[in-house]
């Protein structure tokens, strides 16, 4: 792993593969670059793919208190800025996927194309919202362990939970790795979030959509909200929320698809 300390913030990243074709791929929530392990080596020959542990995740700093999604993508612009990438396509999973957006509304220029993977534009709901009070009592009282243990499961497709074993363990494994300060102060961004579904629709540039066919966290009508002719919407068959280990060579065809329409 790499790092730079991006306006004070240390941020440790992977950056595999090389060129100015550069792809950035964002974790989701109690996760770090390692959730992309199994896509890097599918894409790193076509592009130069930079990959952070966002804020509060993995080896990058984890401040205490509430963070913002504004916060978070500001650190991903000051990677770039410091790694001198003018411009690079931007793909987020799940709350990565709200970094992503944040990001895209921010700085616009900076990016060619962006997409949510397994994630939404849409804010938190009533409910969701009070989940994540929960999250955060459950991270506090019973530790990060416990609230990973109990979260994990839910991210896979029902049927890969046995089938996938070895794959559930990994993403648990990250997860206990989550300072559980980070954990607290990204559960209470993403609760802060607005409805950013204007920057699917508003911003020209080429967007992708992918939905998990098994996702119970964010199903295909959430993630797929918008209807504009430089959106592509997917489905990844037999897929839950977490294609980039349960159905990586789907995945980065996909995405390299998705680069080949976007360039044109
Ligand atoms: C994630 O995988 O990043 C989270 O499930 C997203 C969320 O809770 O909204």
């Not at 792993?1 to 060129?19: L, P, R, S």
């Not at 000051?78 to 700085?107: D, T």
Request: net charge negative; proline share 6%.
């Amino acid at each position: 792993m790499n790092k730079q300390v991006c306006e004070g913030t240390t941020i440790y990243y992977a950056d595999e593969g090389k060129g100015d074709n550069v792809i950035v791929l964002l974790h989701g929530f109690c996760g770090s670059s390692a959730y992309w392990d199994d896509v890097i080596p599918l894409l790193s020959p076509h592009y130069r793919c930079i990959v952070p542990d966002l804020r509060g995740h993995g080896q990058s700093d984890a401040p205490k208190g509430a963070y913002s999604m504004e916060e978070m993508a500001d650190d991903v612009l000051n990677l770039l800025k410091k790694l001198e990438i003018p411009q690079a396509s931007l793909f987020g999973h799940s709350m990565g996927g709200y970094v992503a957006l944040s990001a895209v509304q921010r700085r616009p220029e900076r990016f060619n194309a962006f997409g949510l993977i397994h994630s939404t534009a849409h804010e938190d709901t009533e409910e969701g919202k009070e989940k994540r009070l929960k999250a955060v009592s459950t991270i506090e009282t019973e530790g990060i362990k416990a609230f990973v243990d109990g979260m994990v499961p839910g991210l896979f497709a029902p049927q890969h939970l046995d089938s996938m074993a070895d794959k559930v363990i990994k993403a648990k494994e990250i997860g206990y790795t989550t300072p559980p300060q980070g954990a607290v102060g990204v559960a209470l961004a993403m609760r802060e979030r607005p409805d950013r579904r204007d920057v699917l629709t508003a911003i020209p540039l080429p967007v992708l959509l992918v939905a998990g066919e098994h996702d119970q966290v964010v199903p295909a009508a959430r993630a797929f909200t918008a209807d504009k002719p430089n959106i592509r919407q997917t489905i990844i068959n037999g897929a839950g929320h977490m294609s980039m280990m349960e159905a990586p060579r789907e995945l980065a065809e996909v995405i390299k698809d998705f680069l080949a329409f976007a360039a044109d």
